[in-house]
């Protein structure tokens, strides 16, 4: 028995077996005079999938971790009920006895939740050892079961990785199996697949619904599951809550609300998928990213008795070949450690080429030298997938914008940047008032227009994006579409698009080549790479995103 289940037990007679295994009565949460949960009251029922929906800031994550008792510096009011008893009244001491015993959570992103000084077998072992009191032998033995259980492969080996050795899925899976390291009741899972690729997402999806079916006959474990993505909740709950700007403003069985929604919100919501928006590109259109045969190598070390020495190089692009024209959008498509962002890199000039040539506008990248160079880096520029990342949040959006101009057009006073840096930020949705505003003060839609505004201001002649969409919710990812496509419209831009979203690429590319273990296996036109794919990994990319 764990430790919660004891305060449980100790506190007197058990809840009926109809009552909710948990239940938000009238929850408010708030920051200061910021108002983040808005008198939210919600069931989860023993053995049930509950999904909570909406949009990033609308109040679902902090409505998950005020059931754990996690919010630092937050006003916290109404009634949390968890197998009948208020978590409200009980101390600290009781509340980690209950936390990854009785309730436990997946977090969006393992590597921020994992610990990276330490193995994935520690922190999954240290779990048991904590809450079941077994030795660290025992927990070991488990450890290394759960992780055969999650499907992460050779786990007696993997059980002794750091959670840097591992690719992003097998990281997930590590943070399922510590989740489930005490067979909790109740598993609070906030958007467990976002950054994932299709086929690892339909995996972990699979594998979450085994583990619950299972768990439920035992325990009657129930899921609530905090998410944006809508195909996901049509294929995993079993009911739905919408949230917006704190407040719960619909629920109900999947299918009612997916076939009958009735608030604006939520239509929107479920009206907010990719909408194709590419125009045709002209016949005489011109080439102006040409690679051919590109491979691109890394060098390996690995230990010896005379010390290190090279083994064969690992290639991670093999023999490329593809070209984008003006105005047209090429998407690239595969899994992590396809191959994808490597051979972006090496387009653009900045990652050493094995083989192949790379020509910009007819003449190779190479033979460009000193100022030309420079140049060519002004003509061709990159959207990255988290802009929170890429953005310094040491300098104003003024500077971030501005300095491209700084380097590259020297001969403009200040104010004619700053003008130029008005200007593009207009062309992204944004006004002069965010000049003097940092990073951290905007939303994600807003950082990614801001990247976007960056990358414009020197007037390129080609666009690599690079997974620019996969972080943000449907509605803002819907507008940073448009807004791209709206963009290539009037500048006659050049897109490379990356992503493992195809549902994004039908929308915005004229063309696909799908990448796996570093090699294009299929390309052409995008109706006939979605609809009648002739590679099997295209298939099976395509078959995920039906599953999911």
Known sequence: ?????????????????????????????????????????????????????????????????????????????????????????KTERQMRGLRGADIAMIFQEPMTALNPLFTIGSQIAETIVLHDGVTTREARARAIALLARTGIAEPEKRIDSYPH???????????????????????????????????????????????????????????????????????????????????????GPVERIFAAAEHPYT????????????????????????????????ARKRPGLAGWFRSAPFTAVSDASLSVRQGE??????????????????????????????????RALASYRGRERTTLRASMQVVFQDPFSSLSPRHTIERIVGEGLELHRPELPADARRAKSIAVLREVGLDRTVLHRYPHEF???????????????????????????????????????????????????????????LEVIGAMAHRIAVMQDGAIVEAGDVDAILTKPAHPYTRKLLEAVWRN
């Open 443 to 501: 939303s994600g839609g807003q950082r990614q227009r801001i990247a976007i505004a960056r990358a414009l201001v020197l007037e390129p002649r080609v666009l690599i994006l690079d997974e620019p969409t996969s972080a943000l919710d449907v509605s803002i990812q819907q507008q940073v579409l448009k807004l791209l496509a709206s963009l290539q419209r009037k500048y006659n831009l050049g897109y490379v698009f990356i992503s493992h979203d």
């Open 329 to 362: 959008t090429l998407g690239i498509v595969g899994e992590s450690g396809s191959g994808k962002s490597t051979l972006a890199m090496a387009l653009l000039g900045l990652q050493r080429t094995a083989h192949g040539e790379i020509e910009f506008h007819g």
């Open 165 to 251: 050795q591992l690719s992003g899925g097998q990281r997930q899976r590590a943070m399922i199996a510590m989740a489930l390291a005490c067979r909790p009741r109740l598993l609070l899972a906030d958007e467990p697949t976002t950054a994932l690729d299709v086929t690892i997402r339909a995996q972990i999806v699979d594998l979450l619904l085994e583990l619950q079916r299972e768990e439920a006959e035992k325990r009657g474990m129930a899921i609530l599951l905090i998410t944006h993505d809508l195909n996901l909740v049509r294929r995993f709950a079993t009911r739905v809550a919408v949230m917006e700007k704190g407040r719960l403003v619909e629920s």
């Open 1 to 89: 028995m764990s430790a919660g289940s004891a305060v449980s037990a100790l506190n007197g007679a058990m809840p009926p077996a109809d009552a909710p295994l948990l239940s938000l009565e009238h929850l408010h949460v708030r920051f200061g005079d910021t108002v983040a949960v808005d008198d939210v009251t919600l069931d989860v029922g023993r053995g049930e999938r509950v999904a909570l929906v909406g949009e990033s800031g609308s109040g679902k994550s902090v409505t998950a971790l005020s059931i754990l008792r996690l919010l630092r510096d937050a006003d916290v009011s109404g009634t949390i009920r968890f197998a009948g008893e208020d978590l409200g009244a």
């Open 267 to 298: 239509r929107r919501l479920l009206n907010s998928r990719p909408q194709r928006a590419v125009v045709p590109v002209l016949p005489i259109a011109p080439v102006v990213l040409d690679a051919r045969h590109v491979s691109v190598q890394f």
